[in-house]
Structures are given as C-alpha cells and as structure tokens.
C-alpha cells in the first residue's frame, strides 16, 4: 500500500545505477558553496533554504531523487514535497557522505 508520508530511502547504489540509467533527475538540496565544492556528476542544486517544491526544474518522466550531505536536509524537502502534495518521497539515503563511502565518484571544486 502506497503511503504518501513514507520518505523512500535509496542507497548508494540503487542511485548510481539509475542515473546511469537515466531513470532519475538528482535534485542536491545543499547550499552553492557546498555544491561547488564536491558534487555527484548530473547532480542540480536546489538549496534546502530556498527550496519550493513547485518550482523545481521539470523532471521529464524521471524519479527526483533528492540528496544532501548525510540525509537529513533531503529528508527535510521530502518532506516540504509532501506538504506540498507532489510525488517527490525519494532521497539518497546517508546523502553524499553515504556515496563516498560506497566508493562512488564525485566531482571536486
């Protein structure tokens, strides 16, 4: 049964594949400075603090996956994605710091 205030965790891996699949548009909820600093390539940066869930760039029939440094940012625009009633539910779980551990490429500055 679908529930719509479930947040979706994803793993590492389950991200890197989809986005080489092109099945996802990887939405980073971090600030400029961090995004600028270290990034997952393909990644847009939609900070958390001016984050609107209406105006978030048009996914094209993909899965937006949010993502920040750890996870809780993302979950925070999950959850501001619900009370705004879209389909958005998914983030990377443990963030970028759960993909670096996984020994995923990042790109840097």
Do not use: Y
Not at 91 to 97: D, E, P, Q, T
Request: with cysteine; charged share 20%; proline share 6%.
């Amino acid at each position: 049964m679908f529930t719509a205030s479930k947040t979706q965790d994803l793993t590492p891996q389950q991200v890197k594949a989809a986005l080489d699949a092109r099945e996802i548009l990887l939405i980073d909820v971090r600030e400029p400075d961090e995004f600028a600093a270290e990034k997952i390539a393909g990644a847009l940066n939609v900070p958390l603090s001016t984050f609107d869930p209406t105006t978030l760039p048009d996914a094209a029939g993909k899965t937006v996956v949010l993502q920040c440094a750890g996870g809780k940012r993302s979950a925070m625009a999950v959850d501001k994605c619900q009370k705004a009633n879209t389909a958005i539910q998914t983030h990377l779980a443990g963030g970028l710091a759960a993909w670096k551990a996984a020994g995923l490429p990042t790109i840097r500055g």
